[in-house]
C-alpha cells in the first residue's frame, strides 16, 4: 500500500525544523525512517508532512566531553558500530548496535531514532537505560534534559514533546564502567528483541539492569539492581538477583511468545547477562 499524499520539507537547521514543527502540527520528523515509513505505507499513520532531518550533520556524530560521551541524536547503528571512541571507551554500545536488525537498518537507523519512537521491542532503549543516559531536547521553549528513567513512559511514548527535536545523547561518568554488555533473545525474522537484557557493573560495585522487549517499554530491573549492587557477582548471588526479574513487572503476550515464556527468558536472560559483567 502507498502512503496517504503529504508534504516534504528538508530543513536546513535545528531551528528550522522546529519552526516547520510549529507551522504543521500533524508533521513528523524523518530521520532513518525505519519506523515511520512502515506505519505510513499501512496507512497506520497520516502525517500531512515530513520533516527530513537525516542531513543535519549538528545532528551526528561522536565526542566526549570530559568523562562524558555525547552522540548526536542521528548518529547511525553503523557509525556507533564503527566508531572509535566507542570500541574505546563503551563497547556495549557497538555490540548492542551490530545486533540491530539487518544491514540496512543498521546503515540508516538512528540512536536518536530509536530512542524518540520507543518501540518496546528495540534495543538501544535497555542499553541506555543501563548506562544512566540522559536526552537533549530542543524546542520552543529552550533545551531541555532528560534522564533515561524518566524519558521512557510507555509503549511508544516519551517525554519528547510534538515540537521539540531530540538533539543528543549524553552518556555520563564512562569511565565508572567497569563492564557492561547486552544480550537477546531476538525473533528469527525480524531481528526484534523477544527479550533483551542490559546490564552494566561499576567500580564502586554497583549494578544496573534492564529490560526491553519482554514489557510493555524498556525499563530498569530495580529489584535485581538491590538484590546484587554491592554484593560479590558469585554464581548464587547471581541466581538469587535473577529471580528478582519478574518482580513488579507486567509482560506482554503475543503470537511470537506469551507473557509467560516472556517472564521465563527475562530470568534467564538476567541470569546471563548478570554473569558476563561478572568476568
Known amino acids: 500500500m502507498y502512503p496517504a499524499e503529504f508534504d516534504y520539507h528538508r530543513p536546513g537547521s535545528v531551528a528550522d525544523a522546529i519552526k516547520l514543527l510549529q507551522d504543521n502540527p500533524e508533521a513528523k520528523l524523518l530521520a532513518g525512517g525505519h519506523s515511520l515509513l512502515p506505519v505510513m ?4 499513520a497520516q502525517p500531512t508532512a515530513l520533516i527530513d532531518i537525516s542531513s543535519l550533520s549538528e545532528l551526528s556524530g561522536v565526542s566526549e566531553d570530559g568523562d562524558a560521551l555525547v552522540i548526536g541524536a542521528n548518529t547511525t547503528y553503523h557509525d556507533l ?11 556495549v554500545l557497538a555490540e548492542a548496535s551490530d545486533l540491530v536488525g539487518d544491514v540496512q537498518v543498521r546503515n540508516k537507523g538512528t540512536i536518536g531514532g530509536a530512542a524518540a519512537h520507543a518501540d518496546p521491542a528495540s534495543d538501544l532503549p535497555a542499553v541506555l537505560l543501563a548506562l544512566n543516559a540522559e536526552f537533549k531536547t530542543v524546542g520552543p521553549s529552550g533545551e531541555k534534559t532528560h534522564k533515561a528513567t524518566d524519558f521512557f513512559v510507555d509503549m511508544f511514548t516519551t517525554t519528547l514533546e510534538p515540537e521539540e527535536v531530540l538533539t ?5 561518568d564512562v569511565s565508572s564502567v567497569a ?3 547486552y544480550l537477546k533473545f531476538a525473533h528469527p525474522a525480524s531481528g526484534y528483541a523477544i527479550v533483551g537484557i542490559a546490564a552494566v557493573k561499576t567500580g564502586s560495585g554497583e549494578v544496573r539492569a534492564a529490560v526491553t522487549g519482554s514489557v510493555p517499554i524498556a525499563v530498569r530491573l530495580s529489584a535485581v539492581e538491590s538484590e546484587i549492587s554491592g554484593k560479590d557477582l558469585s554464581d548464587d548471588n547471581i541466581a538469587a538477583a ?4 519478574t518482580e513488579g513487572m507486567d509482560f506482554v503476550g503475543d503470537i511470537h511468545a506469551s507473557d509467560e515464556y516472556r517472564a521465563h527468558l527475562t530470568k534467564v536472560y538476567t541470569k ?5 559483567i561478572a568476568g
Open 242 to 245: 535473577a529471580e528478582k526479574a
Open 41 to 44: 505505507k499501512l496507512r497506520l
Open 179 to 181: 563492564s557492561a554488555t
Open 168 to 172: 543528543e545523547i549524553r552518556i555520563p
Open 272 to 276: 546471563r547477562a548478570l554473569k558476563k
Open 81 to 91: 558500530m564503527n566508531s572509535s571512541v566507542i570500541k574505546n571507551k563503551l563497547p
